[in-house]
């Protein structure tokens, strides 16, 4: 009787984190944290997170990012159970990582799934800040991989949108090593000639970019998103000389040809369809 009662906490959480943000009646009042103009809350929420007035792009729910893209009704979770543990028995990990699960609905940092675009099955994951800010455990960088060798195996094209704070310092060089991991099974799966799209969001940073969010065929990226490996106070303190204005940024990034385009949210769904398309991976008929 207990594990139905678990089972049924487990989908309420799950619900939950499907929202991607907690509930609020949709005649509150919001105020833009880039410009400060107010709005209703509701106009928030259709205008899919995005400041209705500047732009701005808020910070999302895995889920949530995964529903703006896939076609409904496809979506399916890989390895949704595999979670981290506390494998140097860091001091408190344990239970912050509890209370992580608790707030998120989620196991770990990341959802990987299978789900369809416009009809055309790929493999796709999203990092979520909410979780440890989306931090590199070791079980995010295994869901990670298996999900690089799911679309490898499949011949999927891969989707991964990236969200982090870089590695989770309580697994130490467990953290670390999952930079070498992820890379080694992209290079894999890019010598089968597999298609990798990356998309980086508000925040990309530390070993998360300086691994698989950087190796895509096609990297992409949310207006005003921060990428980059260290912050820019510490950039600045080893070099000793000011840095340029908005580094870091992706129009920065953009203009220096570390991105190929920097695409809205209410417009990624429809990029991504096109250039599934234009890579020849187009089709309801492949991939099933």
Same mark, same amino acid.
């Given at each position: /009787?207990?594990?139905?009662?678990?089972?049924?906490?487990?989908?309420?959480?799950?619900?939950?984190?499907?929202?991607?943000?907690?509930?609020?009646?949709?005649?509150?009042?919001?105020? %833009?944290?880039? %410009?400060?103009?107010?709005?209703?809350?509701?106009?928030?929420?259709?205008?899919?997170?995005?400041?209705?007035? %500047?732009?701005?792009?808020?910070?999302?729910?895995?889920?949530?990012?995964?529903?703006?893209?896939?076609?409904?009704?496809?979506?399916?979770?890989?390895?949704?159970?595999?979670?981290?543990?506390?494998?140097?028995?860091?001091?408190?990990?344990?239970?912050?990582?509890?209370?992580?699960?608790?707030?998120? =609905?989620?196991?770990?940092?990341?959802?990987?799934?299978?789900? @369809?675009?416009?009809?055309?099955?790929?493999?796709?994951?999203?990092?979520?800040?909410? $979780?440890?800010?989306?931090? /590199?455990?070791?079980?995010?960088?295994?869901?990670?991989?298996?999900?690089?060798?799911?679309?490898?195996?499949?011949?999927?094209?891969?989707?991964?949108?990236?969200?982090?704070?870089?590695?989770? /310092?309580?697994?130490?060089? &467990?953290?670390?090593?999952?930079?070498?991991?992820?890379?080694?099974?992209?290079?894999?799966?890019? @010598?089968?000639?597999?298609?990798? !799209?990356?998309?980086?969001?508000?925040?990309?940073?530390?070993?998360?970019?300086?691994?698989?969010?950087?190796?895509?065929?096609?990297?992409?990226?949310?207006? =005003?998103?921060?990428?980059?490996?260290?912050?820019?106070?510490? !950039?600045?303190?080893?070099? =000793?000389?000011?840095?340029?204005?908005?580094?870091?940024?992706?129009?920065?990034?953009?203009?220096?040809? $570390? &991105?190929?385009? !920097?695409?809205?949210?209410?417009?990624?769904?429809?990029?991504?369809?096109?250039?599934?398309? &234009?890579?020849?991976?187009?089709?309801?008929? @492949?991939?099933?």
């Amino acid at each position: /009787m207990s594990n139905v009662f678990a089972q049924r906490r487990q989908k309420l959480l799950s619900l939950k984190a499907l929202r991607g943000s907690s509930p609020a009646p949709a005649h509150t009042e919001e105020t %833009c944290p880039a %410009c400060g103009g107010t709005f209703r809350r509701k106009d928030l929420v259709t205008a899919r997170y995005v400041c209705p007035l %500047c732009g701005h792009h808020y910070p999302v729910g895995a889920y949530y990012r995964l529903s703006l893209v896939l076609d409904k009704g496809t979506f399916r979770e890989l390895d949704a159970n595999l979670s981290s543990n506390d494998p140097l028995s860091f001091p408190g990990y344990a239970a912050k990582l509890e209370g992580a699960r608790r707030r998120t =609905g989620m196991n770990e940092g990341v959802v990987a799934a299978t789900g @369809r675009i416009n009809g055309q099955k790929v493999a796709i994951g999203a990092l979520d800040s909410r $979780f440890f800010m989306g931090s /590199m455990s070791a079980a995010l960088g295994e869901k990670v991989t298996r999900l690089v060798e799911y679309a490898e195996k499949y011949k999927l094209p891969l989707i991964l949108f990236s969200a982090s704070g870089g590695a989770r /310092m309580q697994e130490g060089i &467990l953290s670390l090593m999952q930079m070498a991991k992820t890379s080694a099974a992209l290079e894999r799966f890019s @010598r089968k000639g597999g298609l990798y !799209i990356s998309v980086l969001t508000h925040p990309t940073t530390g070993g998360v970019t300086a691994s698989f969010a950087s190796l895509g065929d096609i990297m992409l990226a949310e207006p =005003g998103a921060l990428i980059g490996f260290a912050g820019p106070r510490v !950039i600045e303190q080893t070099i =000793g000389e000011k840095l340029p204005e908005g580094f870091q940024s992706a129009e920065y990034l953009l203009e220096h040809g $570390f &991105l190929d385009a !920097i695409v809205p949210r209410a417009q990624l769904r429809d990029t991504l369809i096109q250039l599934l398309k &234009l890579h020849g991976k187009g089709g309801s008929d @492949r991939g099933k």
